[in-house]
């Protein structure tokens, strides 16, 4: 699939073993890798989680995720009134339930770990959470001591699994958060850190993700692809030309790529790459015949070519709504009924036709109107299409899927 992304674990793989060696005990070498979005991390944390297990190896991996997507699945005290954060926006995309072994906010709640400190704790903490909803319930808050003996409960699990991590991955942004600013001054030292999709990040971004490395900084991305999003027009044209971007003269170009059909990698190629990047033999193998037969799918769309593209002009009507953007207040955007109806009938024939799994479907749009009209669309046609992923474009910088 993406040989950015397996070059970037694969680098990750080898640093961090490096790091392993020269660990002492009295300081913890640690490797972070981030990217800007949370999908990216998922994306590479699968993929690193896999490389680990097909090698039997010993490197301990923690997926750190922001505290808004913690409380999601564990709201603690904040079903309390008093306890509530303000401002907090909820993630429009859950955490991955395949990376549940390696996510802080569930090791700290495994009453079957290993180590029986952790153990003990995991049940203390679980046992809180219990009696606060049982408190919530009755309508009582529970006693400032209480919450107190809670939160440190969950603070100490916290580092405790933080400093025993050989790489943390996370977004840029929660690589300056308190707990890991903590464990940095105290018992661990980040000896490395990889910044995957770097042409993305604003540059802050990207030196809050590296400030703390001591030995080895990577960064990964593409310059020519998505530039970061900057809304605040007086700070644009400074902050939308990345770290990567500025650096990128001393870059080295991954030539041979390992994601899309030939056919769609002409384009880029010639259009951004000066025609050279090149398609993998390994992609060339898996264009078979039941590639072939998915991509007759269209026949009747794209007259009866097997092309792995399609384009349709739909002469459908605008309409512009005012929508909330990202959970940052409204925002005016765009919607088109026909163009919906037409994506719903090909996702149709997607799945129940060539039977496709939802999984490997992406659906993307420019407008966050159009994105919430289809997803209502979908959910209206069968309900069992709400594994049907659909995001805007910027949503799924990181992301991959096999029909798009």
């Not at 429009?92 to 549940?100: A, I, Y």
């Not at 703390?212 to 605040?232: M, W």
């Not at 409204?330 to 939802?358: M, P």
Request: with cysteine; aromatic share 6%; hydrophobic share 35%.
């Amino acid at each position: 699939a993406l040989p950015i992304s397996v070059t970037g674990v694969h680098i990750a793989w080898w640093l961090a073993l490096e790091n392993v060696s020269k660990t002492n005990e009295n300081v913890k070498n640690q490797l972070y890798y981030c990217a800007p979005s949370n999908e990216a991390v998922d994306l590479v944390a699968k993929m690193l989680l896999n490389l680990v297990k097909s090698r039997n190896g010993k490197l301990r991996l923690l997926r750190v995720y922001g505290s808004a997507t913690e409380r999601r699945k564990y709201p603690g005290l904040s079903i309390f009134k008093r306890y509530a954060s303000s401002g907090i926006a909820v993630m429009q995309k859950p955490e991955s339930e395949d990376l549940r072994s390696i996510a802080l906010h569930h090791r700290i709640r495994n009453e079957k770990n290993k180590d029986e400190i952790a153990r003990k704790d995991a049940t203390k903490i679980v046992d809180f959470e219990t009696k606060f909803v049982k408190y919530q319930s009755k309508e009582v808050e529970p006693l400032q001591p209480e919450a107190n003996k809670y939160m440190e409960l969950v603070r100490n699990a916290e580092q405790r699994e933080i400093e025993a991590s050989d790489v943390v991955l996370c977004t840029c942004i929660q690589a300056g958060n308190r707990r890991l600013k903590k464990s940095r001054e105290h018992s661990t030292v980040v000896r490395t850190s990889i910044v995957d999709e770097a042409g993305q990040c604003t540059e802050p971004e990207t030196i809050v993700a590296i400030i703390g490395a001591v030995n080895k900084i990577v960064l990964i991305g593409d310059h020519r692809q998505l530039q970061p999003v900057v809304q605040n027009s007086q700070v644009g044209d400074v902050l939308r030309k990345s770290m990567f971007e500025r650096l990128s003269p001393k870059a080295m170009m991954l030539t041979e790529q390992y994601r899309m059909h030939e056919d769609l990698c002409l384009f880029p190629s010639e259009m951004f790459y000066g025609g050279k990047l090149e398609t993998s033999a390994e992609v060339k193998k898996r264009q078979g015949s039941k590639n072939l037969m998915w991509l007759s799918c269209w026949g009747h769309l794209n007259r009866g070519s097997t092309k792995p593209y399609c384009f349709i002009d739909v002469r459908g009507s605008v309409e512009t709504n005012s929508v909330a953007a990202d959970n940052k207040g409204g925002e005016e955007s765009k919607a088109n009924l026909e163009e919906a109806d037409l994506v719903i009938s090909i996702v149709q024939s997607l799945v129940f036709t060539y039977k496709i799994s939802q999984t490997q479907i992406r659906i993307l749009t420019p407008y966050t109107a159009q994105k919430c009209l289809i997803i209502q669309k979908l959910e209206q046609t069968n309900p069992k299409f709400e594994k049907t992923r659909v995001c805007t474009v910027f949503e799924t910088q990181g992301g991959e899927a096999d029909f798009v």
